[in-house]
């Protein structure tokens, strides 16, 4: 098993750019989510879903859109790119009230 | 408003002491409890879940509490190694919001010196 896999590693966009960061699970998990996290503050909760054709927000959603066509894919679009949007995103999968399995990230930086 | 609060500071201890990470919480809801170990550059990988009617939970060198009343979480690494140098979260799996997803604590970076 892969696990739960992210694309890209790294990226770099301009303000006012558009861009899907992509999110895959291999362990028929039932709940994903979306975190960010920025020095100091923690992992911050963006949107979530609880199965395939289910979302809904987190903490902090806006400027961030999710879809979850499938169990397995969950991606997250950045619809128009502001530098407060520069930061690591992590992607994350589990199953009830279960341990939840994190993606190595993605770091992401606007200018 | 609803926090969750560990200690920003970095604790620094010798090779074999005991480390122990506090993670409090406000106005939460009392819920599973789980603790994530995070090395630079990484995502988080999980270490140990206590759910609310549990006091104490333990694998191998860790132990986790958990105190309702408190509203706080204690993190024990028994015997440290330098190679239990990382940050290490505290996240809460909340029943009054309806999530099934974790609100995390900012966490705790703990140095073991040889």
């Known amino acids: 098993n892969a696990g739960v896999t992210q694309t890209p590693k790294f990226q770099v966009l301009k303000t006012g750019q558009s861009m899907t960061l992509q999110c895959a699970q291999d362990?028929?998990?039932?709940?994903m989510s979306w975190y960010r996290q920025d020095p100091g503050m923690g992992l911050r909760l963006i949107h979530y879903?609880?199965?395939?054709?289910?979302?809904d927000q987190g903490e902090v959603p806006n400027g961030y859109n999710v879809s979850r066509s499938t169990t397995e894919d969950f991606p997250l679009r950045l619809l128009s790119a502001a530098p407060s949007q520069t930061s690591v995103y992590f992607c994350?999968?589990?199953?009830?009230?279960?341990?939840?399995?994190f993606g190595p990230g993605t770091r992401l930086t606007v200018t | 408003s609803q926090k969750i609060e560990q200690n920003s500071e970095a604790l620094n201890i010798q090779e074999g002491k005991t480390a122990t990470l506090t993670c409090n919480y406000t106005?939460?809801?009392?819920?599973?409890l789980q603790w994530y170990r995070q090395d630079p550059g990484r995502g988080p990988v999980f270490l140990l879940l206590?759910?609310?009617?549990?006091k104490e939970k333990r694998k191998e060198r860790l132990k986790v509490t958990f105190d309702t009343t408190l509203k706080q979480s204690l993190f024990h690494i028994t015997a440290s190694q330098p190679a239990d140098s990382a940050t290490y979260l505290c996240?809460?799996?909340?029943?009054?919001?309806?999530?099934?997803?974790?609100?995390f604590g900012s966490g705790t970076r703990l140095q073991v010196q040889p």
């Open positions: 362990m028929n998990h039932e709940y």
């Open positions: 879903s609880v199965g395939a054709g289910i979302t």
């Open positions: 206590i759910r609310e009617n549990e």
């Open positions: 996240a809460l799996d909340r029943q009054d919001t309806g999530r099934r997803a974790l609100t």
């Open positions: 106005n939460y809801s009392p819920a599973y």
């Open positions: 994350a999968s589990h199953q009830g009230r279960n341990e939840q399995y």
